[in-house]
């Protein structure tokens, strides 16, 4: 795979897991490359790289990423989490919902302060 193309479909990466803080998952298509990685709340959101793949004579071929490829797809999807997490915490539908799980986490009622 070339690395521009590697570069140019990493850029690419869109979220294709709404607002769900459980699971976030993102996926790319660039010419004949997708990438599909995700990553889960109970793992601390370690980046899963679920496949890279290339298309070559017709035929869907599946890459490792190297290191450094490794390393920039974890900086693109840190960025993504924090973005997901400002929208749940910003989302006046989530809300309430979000500062009960905060007082849960603390042993503390929400009510007993509102």
């Not at 997708?34 to 793949?53: D, S």
């Not at 450094?68 to 989302?91: A, M």
Request: charged fraction near 35%.
């Amino acid at each position: 795979m070339k690395q521009q193309h590697f570069l140019l479909a990493a850029t690419r990466l869109k979220r294709n897991s709404g607002k769900d803080l459980e699971t976030i998952g993102m996926e790319s298509k660039f010419k004949n490359l997708v990438i599909v990685i995700y990553g889960e709340l109970e793992n601390n959101y370690e980046l899963v790289v679920e496949e890279i793949c290339e298309k070559k004579k017709g035929k869907w071929i599946k890459l490792d990423p190297t290191e450094h490829q490794e390393n920039i797809l974890k900086l693109i999807f840190q960025r993504e989490i924090e973005l997901v997490q400002e929208e749940v915490q910003h989302d006046p539908d989530n809300t309430e919902d979000f500062r009960e799980r905060i007082y849960k986490r603390e042993d503390t009622l929400f009510n007993d302060f509102y």
